[in-house]
C-alpha cells in the first residue's frame, strides 16, 4: 500500500485521535490518507485531523490481514532481555516513524519471575513531549505486545518524567531515520 494514497474506509472502525489519545469511531466512507504503517497500527490523515487504526480494523482500509505487529517469537528457554528489547521495537509513536527504543523513550527494563514460573517485566518509559495525550495508548501498546511474549504473565509500563526526554537520547538508528545526522 503505497504511503499518501486516498482511500475510503470500507466499514465503520475505532481509532484513537492524534494527539489526544481520545477515543472515536470513523464511519464508513470517511476519506483516509495513510500516513504510516508501522508497528501493526496505520496512522491516517481525515478530514478531522489524524487517527491510528489498529492492525484488527486493517480491513477497513482494504488491507488484509494488517500490518505485522511484532516478530514471532520461539516459546523455547526463559525470557530474555533481547527478546523483550526486540518487541518493544515494535512500538511507535504514530507522529513519529521511529520506534520507542531508538528514539530513546525507554530507560528502565527489568524481568523478574513469578510465583508460578512465568515472568513479569517492567519497563519505565518517557515520551517525547509532558502531556501528550498518546503517552497512555503508546504504553498500553508496549504492555500488550510484552505480554504476547512467551513466558510473560505480568507486564507493567510506566510513563515517567525524570529525566526528561531529549534529542541527545536517539539512538544513532533513529537519528538516520529522521536525517539528523
Known sequence: MEYGTTMELRRDCEAVQIPSGERAVLAKGTQVQITQTLGGTYTVYTPHGL???AAKDADALGVEG????????EASGPLTEEAVWQVLKTCYDPEIPVNIVDLGL?????IEPTPSGQSKVSVKMTL???GCGMGPVIARDAQEKILSLPGVEEADVEVVWDPPWHQS?????????????
Request: hydrophobic residues 50%; charged residues 20%.
Open 128 to 130: 517525547t513531549a509532558p
Open 66 to 73: 494488517g500490518a505485522s505487529a511484532a516478530p514471532a517469537m
Open 106 to 110: 525507554v530507560y528502565d527494563l527489568h
Open 169 to 181: 537520547m536517539i539512538s544513532a538508528e533513529g537519528r538516520r531515520i529522521l536525517g539528523l545526522e
Open 51 to 53: 487517527f491510528r487504526i
